[in-house]
Antibody, heavy 122, light 113 residues
């Protein structure tokens, strides 16, 4: 059974940094692209970015709203995807989800974690 | 970026009746080389992550009840629930994966009338 568990969320002050982790099990982690999404309180879904598998160069793409501030990485030996968030803004407050892509990447998402809440506030 | 626009924003339907949600993309998400529409539908219930219902505009995920169906091509798509059940109360999102950034519609909140 595919499982994704996010961790690392919490309360952080504007301008500070936070790193989220997504620990995976139940599939060959290294074979898939991994994406991060977010959902601000009471709002819709926003794709944050993805990281391809090492077979496809492990390259990344990001939404314009986070490009230059957020970085996605992966450790295939630990089966973890990371979301490093720097220079956080109040508008980054959201539940952050990681998701396994259907492919590498395919762009649609069957498996999701339960999410971790990030609150950016002074 | 491709903008996805859903209608209506909210919808109330009686149990057993049909529910129809529309999704329009600002440009075609039909890839001509393979004749596939890069469009997915998700269901999200409160406090839960999204659940993939349909990919490629009309391919139902394994385990998704057959009362859910997707249709459309190019820029106009529809999610239909043929006979609404109480457990279908949720917010529904369309998402394009034709190009990055992947983008979602604003969501349609489906309730029981």
């Amino acid at each position: 059974e595919v499982q994704l568990v996010e961790s690392g969320g919490g309360l952080v002050k504007p301008g500070r940094s936070l790193r989220l982790s997504c620990t995976a099990s139940g599939f060959t982690f290294g074979d898939y692209a991994m994406s991060w999404f977010r959902q601000a309180p009471g709002k819709g879904l926003e794709w944050v970015g993805f990281i391809r598998s090492k077979a496809y160069g492990g390259t990344t793409e990001y939404a314009a709203s986070v490009k230059g501030r957020f970085t996605i990485s992966r450790d295939d030996s630990k089966r973890i995807a990371y979301l490093q968030m720097n220079s956080l803004k109040t508008e980054d407050t959201a539940v952050y989800y990681c998701s396994r892509d259907y492919g590498d990447p395919a762009g649609y998402f069957q498996h999701w974690g339960q999410g971790t809440l990030v609150t950016v506030s002074s | 970026d491709i903008v996805m626009t859903q209608s209506p924003d909210s919808l109330a339907v009686s149990l057993g009746e049909r529910a129809t949600i529309n999704c329009k993309s600002s440009q075609s998400v039909l890839y001509s080389s393979n004749n596939k529409n890069y469009l997915a539908w998700y269901q999200q219930k409160p406090g839960q992550p999204p659940k993939l219902l349909i990919s490629w505009a009309s391919i139902r995920e394994s385990g998704v009840p057959d009362r859910f169906s997707g249709s459309g091509s190019g820029t106009d798509f529809t999610l239909t629930i043929s006979s609404l059940q109480a457990e279908d109360v949720a917010v529904y999102y369309c998402q394009q994966y034709y190009s990055t950034p992947y983008t979602f519609g604003q969501g349609t909140k489906l309730e029981i009338k």
